[in-house]
């Protein structure tokens, strides 16, 4: 499955709950629950670069599937971890969240889990 394009944030489920539960400060929850939000994924082979830009913030994470890498989180935190391909879904845990994201015609849906609160973006195809 290619990963490679640019995908606009179409609808979210849970985001406050969600990144409240991460320790995300009040202040960015607000800006950044309303904010237009893309990303943009380029796949070689089994090599990933990831930027996600929402608002102001842009968050860029480049790894190799089943090397460990170090990524920054939601909350700016630096992380090693390993991402897997599991039945086409692109897989990692950090920190206590199990990030899963999948490709389906033109849409992109990346669900992240904490504890027991479920965040689901999806995001639609652009170029």
Request: hydrophobic share 35%.
């Amino acid at each position: 499955m290619a990963f490679s394009g640019t995908f606009e944030l179409q609808s979210q489920e849970n985001f406050e709950p969600f990144m409240k539960a991460i320790g995300l400060p009040e202040e960015l929850i607000q800006k950044g629950k309303d904010a237009k939000s893309v990303t943009e994924i380029k796949q070689t082979g089994n090599h990933f670069e990831i930027t996600v830009t929402t608002g102001p913030k842009v968050l860029h994470n480049a790894f190799t599937i089943g090397e460990e890498t170090e990524v920054e989180t939601l909350t700016d935190e630096k992380v090693k971890s390993t991402f897997t391909l599991e039945g086409g879904k692109l897989v990692v845990k950090l920190k206590g969240v199990t990030s899963t994201t999948e490709i389906s015609g033109d849409l992109l849906t990346n669900v992240m889990t904490v504890k027991d609160i479920v965040y689901k973006r999806v995001s639609k195809r652009v170029s």
